[in-house]
């Protein structure tokens, strides 16, 4: 039999190491894809969700793990893409008492890698980097500044923070998911840069739909206006994906509107806790807690038009 092929720091090659993955949603699902398609050992899937984590596993070839210790036993390298603190908490539980979890004996945590991706408070990210710590496994956040298309392509944008030597070990492995990525730091610095992001995303989003809504109150023709904002300081990467789709109540999902309510919410503690003042970022915060709370957070964050288009939620 061949030897895994090793890297000079005496490592296995990012293709011989088995990775699992905890957390196949649309995300998820499609950086497994990805990563198959390149060739790497995928071991196992898990999902709360257990039909996703099914559906995916019989796609790849791969074990439809019933328990997060189970997913993680077989694998070096765990990817967690999940939805929120909570969540990420929850995986990363305290296995006392037989909890399930990725930290679990069964799980045989020492000498693993956990590869976080998760839109999370910069103190959880520290959190589970101080558990994995303590049960002997690593952990690196890899943030995502990008949505499913590019998952399943692997033009992800990331930002990246952990022990500089982890995120060098994997760094082969995570440029077949994304175009670009950025180390940042210690634990939490990928955290806060992508709040950053998501918080002046969200804030031109609530903004554009504003624009829209009022261009449209005026009796403006919307399509022109979209091309004068396109030619103008009212441009924006938000115009280019979100603008058609707020004029035509397209709101099919790449990006959640209760995700961006979850993500302001983030970018606003964080000033708090700064003693900064943002005005913008809690006013974006409020548009989007009240599409959620009308049920509506199911549906993209360009929904956000609905509180603003003339006729509609609002």
């Known amino acids: 039999m061949t030897p895994p092929a090793s890297s000079a720091s005496g490592h296995a090659s990012p293709a011989s ?126 943030c995502m500044a990008s949505s499913i298309p590019q998952a399943r392509s692997g033009t992800l944008y990331l930002m990246c923070a952990g022990e500089t030597e982890v995120f060098a070990r994997l760094e082969p492995l995570l440029r077949q998911l994304a175009t670009d990525l950025r180390h940042l730091g210690p634990a939490g610095r990928a955290a806060q840069a992508k709040a950053l992001v998501n918080m002046v995303m969200n804030i031109n989003t609530a903004a554009l739909a504003e624009g829209l809504g009022l261009g449209q109150a005026l009796g403006l023709d919307l399509d022109i206006l979209r091309e004068i904002f396109a030619q103008t300081g009212a441009n924006s990467q938000v115009l280019k994906t979100d603008g058609e789709d707020m004029q035509n109540r397209a709101h099919d999902c790449f990006f959640s509107a209760a995700h961006a309510a979850k993500d302001s919410t983030i970018a606003w503690h964080l000033g708090c806790e700064t003693g900064l003042h943002l005005p913008l970022a809690a006013a974006t915060k409020l548009q989007f807690d009240k599409l959620t709370a009308l049920g509506l957070g199911h549906l993209d964050k360009s929904a956000v038009a609905e509180l603003t288009f003339r006729g509609r939620h609002a």
């Open 17 to 142: 190491r088995p990775i699992a993955f905890v957390g196949v949603g649309r995300m998820g699902a499609n950086m497994a894809r990805r990563l198959a398609d390149c060739g790497h050992r995928i071991t196992g899937v898990y999902d709360t969700h257990a039909p996703a984590a099914a559906a995916l596993a019989a796609e790849l070839g791969t074990l439809h793990a019933k328990s997060l210790a189970e997913a993680a036993a077989a694998a070096e390298i765990i990817f967690t893409v999940v939805s929120d603190d909570a969540a990420q908490l929850s995986v990363f539980a305290d296995p006392a008492g037989g909890t399930d979890s990725l930290l679990a004996p069964s799980a045989k945590p020492r000498g693993k890698t956990f590869v976080n991706c998760a839109t999370l408070a910069p103190a959880t990210h520290i959190e589970i980097a101080r558990r994995a710590a303590e049960a002997g496994a690593h952990t690196l956040e890899a």
